[in-house]
């Protein structure tokens, strides 16, 4: 009985790919990175403004928790705006 290297279970053959071959190319480059990096942080920006919104609104968040909530989300916009600052060039005219 030979098993596969996922040890799912029995199988007759060995295989070189689990699944189908994509198209799909392996690597992403520099600014590829970024991007995809810098969506992530604005939705983790919106998350933490909706959140901090509806702690507000429904009168359930504590100073604390609010200051500890608002002091991300300006940590994360920091970090967004360092991000956009490296994919935008400086344009001196």
Request: net charge positive.
């Amino acid at each position: 009985m030979v098993k596969n290297r996922y040890n799912v279970g029995p199988q007759t053959r060995t295989t070189q790919h689990p699944g189908p071959v994509m198209n799909a190319p392996t690597e992403l480059n520099f600014e590829e990175m970024l991007r995809i990096r810098l969506e992530v942080l604005r939705r983790e920006h919106r998350d933490l403004d909706e959140a901090i919104h509806a702690l507000q609104d429904t009168g359930r968040g504590d100073p604390l928790t609010l200051q500890r909530l608002k002091r991300q989300k300006l940590a994360l916009k920091d970090r967004i705006v360092k991000l956009e600052d490296q994919l935008i060039p400086d344009i001196i005219a």
